[in-house]
């Protein structure tokens, strides 16, 4: 995580689009290890949102539903029905872990669209211990339910048999930079999201571009809801298929 830093000497930026991901202490003084932050802030922000959500809007299960039972019931069976349909029926038991991924990820996201709030999902000390975690769960789960079986998955015995090493090789390797673009898709297409609002956001205060300003801003707020939930969605579902992999490994 970056920490608060100042302008560099000389610059003639009067802000600065990455300012907004600087981990700032809530009570000032310097960063420790617990030390609350804005990150920590903003993470059990995302917290009480998901139980907000999913447990106060519920509790009550109207048979006319509110609104917000109705959000949490379709969430509930968009990701039950996308588990079910990749992994199949052997990989509905891990379906709290992938809805609790889900709606951390996509509550994070959608904080971070109010303003002067932080993204903490913009950050890889975020976003790199989700795709371990998924990563170490995955390969684990692979090998205690199939064995040595597991490196089947490696093995694409459709492919002709002296291509085959080779090809087991490009897969192993592929199979280790699974957190790396796990981790980086999401916080790459958040970070730049903001970054490209927050350059517009400074334009707008000159007076002859600011109606161009504000509307590009706008369209760019319109896309980056988009965007917040897409990159839940898409982190989520290779999730799903990462688990597919270590239930059936058989290439």
Known sequence: MATETTAAEGSS??????????????????????????????????????????VLSTSKRAIVPTRMQSIAELTYGFIYKMLEDICGKEGVKFFPYVMTLFMFIVSANFLGLIPTSFTTTSHFAVTIPLALAVFLTVTILGFVKNGAGFLGLFWVSSAP?????????????????????????????????HAVIKVFAGFAAIAVISPVSVLAITAMYGLEVLVAFIQAYVFTILTCVYLKDALHPSH
């Open 13 to 54: 930026l009067v802000f600065h689009p990455m300012d907004q991901f600087i981990v700032k202490p809530l009570f000032g003084g310097e960063i420790a290890w617990y030390t609350p932050t804005n990150v920590t802030l903003w993470l059990f922000l995302a917290i009480a949102a998901i139980f907000g959500l999913l």
């Open 161 to 193: 048999l002296a291509l085959r090493p080779i090809l087991a090789i490009i897969e192993l390797i592929s199979y280790f930079v699974r957190p790396v673009s796990h981790s980086i898709r999401l916080a790459g297409n958040v970070m730049a999201g």
